[in-house]
């Protein structure tokens, strides 16, 4: 099911993304915390902490810092992982942010003629107003992602280590 196949509610956030990467990488981005801090974070911020204990029950917490917004921190926990095709894990803000609840994001990775397709999907949000808050911030990091894994692929097609 595509973002344009589905009627989206008040409560829940959808991004679709296709990058010019394998599958394979996409995911390798997201599990390996020397990748990840590379660019997890939105555009114009800097992950200065990144942990993650990648594996169904693990943790994991980023502090990130902007000119903009200062110091944000978040975290949670994973729920699922299947390589290749899917994460789940919660999320919630650890400092005062003024948002009052932790959400569930779902990360779904398909392939398709050697190219991802991402979804990100995020719920619940106590309001319209909470959700759009987010999707600047997680279109942005998005970017950020997109930007970071079809550079290594390009990199991983010149033959240079990752």
């Known amino acids: 099911m595509t973002a344009s196949d589905r009627k989206?509610?008040?409560n829940e956030l959808f991004i679709e993304r296709e990058f010019d990467a394998?599958?394979?990488?996409?995911?390798?981005?997201?599990?390996?915390?020397?990748?990840?801090i590379r660019w997890w974070g939105p555009e114009k911020f800097t992950t200065t902490e990144l942990e993650i204990d990648f594996r169904p029950g693990?943790?994991?917490?980023?502090?990130?810092?902007?000119?903009a917004y200062g110091v944000?921190?978040?975290?949670?926990?994973y729920r699922e992982i299947i390589k290749n095709q899917k994460i789940v894990f919660t999320f919630a803000w650890t400092h005062e942010s003024g948002f009052d609840m932790d959400t569930i994001v779902t990360v779904?990775?398909?392939?398709n003629n050697g190219k991802t397709l991402q979804t990100f999907h995020q719920t619940p949000f106590s309001s319209v107003k909470v959700r759009d808050s987010h999707v600047g911030g997680w279109n942005s990091f998005i970017n950020d992602e997109q930007i970071y894994a079809e550079n290594l692929a390009l990199a991983q097609t010149k033959g240079l280590p990752l």
């Open 8 to 10: 989206i509610a008040d």
């Open 22 to 36: 394998p599958v394979e990488l996409v995911f390798r981005i997201w599990e390996d915390r020397d990748h990840a």
């Open 58 to 67: 693990g943790k994991w917490c980023a502090t990130m810092l902007s000119k």
């Open 72 to 77: 944000s921190q978040m975290g949670g926990e």
């Open 108 to 111: 779904i990775f398909t392939e």
